[in-house]
């Protein structure tokens, strides 16, 4: 089954031109004018990739971008803005936002093919290594409910405390979580912001967003809160 692109812009034969072009290189396309249509699209088709225009009337390319990546179902979502508005805060604003390509128009449609191709093979292998990191969380709870047998007989504290120090050890291993995502994960659960936890790092807001959506991957978790209760019910943070 061919994989789904929605297109939203305004103009009608841009949408058509690039319908067109995408549907003859194999893609199935679905097509809005607006962004509040888009968005409706984007819920009713659960498209594999996104490309929009800024300007549109109704709802704007930023605020769709925003809206998509607060759904959980959408956060990795690979979205391609496509907007005659080429200045340096302009592109600034629509990565912020979440795109994760910004093309100037005029633009060849060979370009936004090679672009479409790119996003959507990086896409497989996200969705490739979500799988592995799922068999590494029931694998987990495998190792927890082992652990939890073993802690209950231990009798003294030092016991108690070498075997959390065991699960942690393991925990961490199965999850295979980097040195940097620990961190993210620490300062993440003391409630801060993207925002907040780039600056406590030195990392940019769209580098958080990617080490948060890797740590709900990793532990098969919806949102921040159960992340962050992931992370305190298996020692992950204190």
């Known amino acids: 089954m061919p994989l789904t692109i929605l297109v939203a812009d305004d103009d009608l034969g841009t949408r058509l031109s690039?319908?067109?072009?995408?549907e003859t290189i194999g893609y199935l396309v679905v097509t809005a004018e607006n962004g509040r249509e888009a968005l409706k699209l984007v819920e009713d088709y659960q498209p594999h990739l996104v490309v929009t225009d800024i300007t549109m009337?109704?709802?704007?390319?930023y605020e769709l971008v925003s809206r998509i990546r607060q759904r959980p179902t959408s956060r990795l979502l690979p979205v391609v803005f496509l907007t005659a508005r080429n200045d340096t805060q302009e592109r600034i604003r629509g990565y912020?936002?979440?795109?994760?390509?910004?093309?100037s128009k005029?633009?060849?449609l060979q370009e936004l093919g090679a672009v479409v191709r790119n996003l959507l093979e990086r896409l497989q292998l996200i969705e490739l290594e979500w799988r592995f990191a799922r068999g590494n969380a029931e694998r987990l709870r495998d190792v927890e409910r082992t652990e939890r047998s073993r802690s209950s007989q231990a009798t003294h504290n030092d016991n108690h405390t070498a075997a959390q120090n065991a699960?942690?050890?393991?925990?961490?291993?199965?999850?295979?979580?980097t040195q940097r995502e620990r961190e993210?994960?620490?300062?993440?659960?003391?409630g801060q912001s993207n925002m907040q936890i780039g600056e406590h790092l030195h990392l940019s807001p769209r580098t958080v967003e990617k080490y948060v959506s890797s740590l709900l991957r990793k532990t098969d978790t919806n949102n921040r809160a159960e992340l962050v209760r992931f992370a305190m019910d298996h020692h992950l943070v204190e």
């Not at 912020?96 to 093309?103: E, K, N, P, S």
């Not at 699960?167 to 979580?177: M, R, Y």
């Not at 994960?185 to 003391?190: E, G, I, N, Q, Y």
């Open 18 to 22: 690039i319908s067109d072009y995408l």
């Open 167 to 177: 699960a942690l050890t393991i925990v961490v291993a199965a999850l295979n979580l």
């Open 106 to 108: 005029p633009f060849e």
């Open 57 to 61: 009337p109704q709802m704007d390319g």
């Open 184 to 190: 993210v994960l620490k300062v993440l659960s003391d």
């Open 96 to 103: 912020q936002a979440g795109c994760d390509v910004y093309l």
